[in-house]
T-cell receptor, first 113, second 111 residues
């Protein structure tokens, strides 16, 4: 596609529920990143994929968070047993390789009630 | 630990009033310094990458410069459509390939 696409745009879920957030990167981009952005803050790194593998998952806050990229294109961020503190905008970015600029999607606004 | 500090937090300018945004950084080895623009409800939009001290890049009314400790984003004769949050981020040579962001400067340009 023309840009990074994230679905859904907004997600409201109840505390304790499971959610999946999807990212479609720019076609041909091998590097994919997930970030989380709270109000008034800059994006905070969660995980980085190079191809199908998670090259760096050091930013995932705990084991409730997991991400996959099985075919090296679309990625899904999965959050189990959601908590109110998980509420934020989740941003996905992709780049042609690890040394070039990353292009961001519009984000998924997650609200846990 | 990487640190990125942006100042001011917020800036209001009259249309045509030039100014500069500051990004001070501390990293073990800088691979690149990135500037992004973010509009409300949108993802960050890439502006510039700077790699070495002394480097400068320009795009329309924006010019980014880099020293060993900080970067400036100069805005010349801004227009209301330049209103946005400007984010600075660093990427280091060792360790993760991710970007470490500052908290941004929220710019408002008044007609």
């Amino acid at each position: 596609g023309a840009g990074v696409s994230q679905t859904p745009s907004n997600k409201v879920t109840e505390k304790g529920k499971y959610v999946e957030l999807r990212c479609d990167p720019i076609s041909g981009h091998t590097a994919l990143y997930w970030y989380r952005q709270s109000l008034g803050q800059g994006p905070e790194f969660l995980i980085y994929f190079q191809g199908t593998g998670a090259a760096d998952d050091s930013g995932l806050p705990n084991d409730r968070f997991f991400a996959v990229r099985p075919e090296g294109s679309v990625s899904t961020l999965k959050i189990q047993r959601t908590e109110r503190g998980d509420s934020a905008v989740y941003l996905c970015a992709s780049s042609s390789d690890q040394n070039t600029e990353a292009f961001f999607g519009q984000g998924t606004r997650l609200t846990v009630v | 630990e990487d640190q990125v500090t942006q100042s001011p937090e917020a800036l209001r300018l009259q249309e045509g009033e030039s100014s500069s945004l500051n990004c001070s950084y501390t990293v073990s080895g800088l691979r690149g310094l990135f500037w992004y623009r973010q509009d409300p409800g949108k993802g960050p939009e890439f502006l510039f990458t700077l790699y070495s001290a002394g480097e400068e890049k320009e795009k329309e009314r924006l010019k980014a410069t880099l020293t060993k400790k900080e970067s400036f984003l100069h805005i010349t004769a801004p227009k209301p459509e330049d209103s946005a949050t400007y984010l600075c981020a660093v990427q280091e040579w060792t360790g993760a390939n991710n970007l470490f962001f500052g908290t941004g400067t929220r710019l408002t340009v008044i007609p």
